[in-house]
């Protein structure tokens, strides 16, 4: 069966870019961004790269550790990545596991055998501290992600852990967001001194928290 919401991501052992790591060890007591591409030296994922290793100081500042994967050997990474930076002007600073064998693309579900027998699709997953799953994203091999989307629902689930809040439709960075239901109005006066907006009983706006 399909990784869901709320399953421990597997532990594995893997060659990166980096070294040799085992995974819930590299992750240590941070978040995870874990994501496979089709294969190296393509053009879509050429950007994709480039453009997470831009977003490292986002990462860095949201307690994140990023990761990618496809099947091809370490030493196709290692060319591929001067290629992502003389065209996209960023060095991958994050390490790509070399998943020749496909253990890790299998244990994951990344190959989706009726879009390719051969590559990895464009599998996301976001793990949090304690190793569980809380996005998963699929995308087809020719549509590049939104990795500011990634930024943003990290931040939500960030929001979500911390303050006992959830977010609206379209949210943004400083709007205001929405009590979670398991919270009770007499719990919410402690967490919410400043009081809430109601526009019905379940649906109680207040400030982003800090
Ligand atoms: C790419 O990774 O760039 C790609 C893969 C399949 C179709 C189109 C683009």
Known sequence: MALQLGDIAPDFE?????????????????WGVLFSHPKDYTPVCTTELGYTA??????????????????DALGAHEGWSK????????????????????????????????ASDTFTVRSLFIIDPN?????????????????????RVIDSLQLTDKHKVATPVNW????????????????AHKLFPNG??????????????K
């Open 54 to 71: 831009k977003l490292k100081p986002e990462f860095d500042k949201r307690g994140v550790k990023a990761i990618g994967l496809s099947v």
């Open 83 to 114: 290629d992502i930076e003389e065209t996209q002007g960023h060095a991958v600073n994050f390490p790509m596991i070399a998943d020749a064998d496909r253990k890790v693309s299998t244990l994951y579900g990344m190959i989706h055998p009726n």
């Open 172 to 187: 943004k960075q400083g709007e205001d967001v929405i009590i979670v239901p398991s919270v009770k109005d007499e719990d």
């Open 196 to 209: 809430w907006k109601a526009l019905k009983p379940y649906l109680r706006l207040v400030p982003q928290p």
């Open 131 to 151: 190793k569980k799953i809380r996005l998963t994203i699929t995308y087809p091999a020719s549509t590049g992600r939104n990795f500011d989307e990634v930024l």
């Open 14 to 30: 893997a060659e990166t870019t980096q070294g040799k790591i085992k995974f819930h060890d590299w992750l240590g007591s941070s």
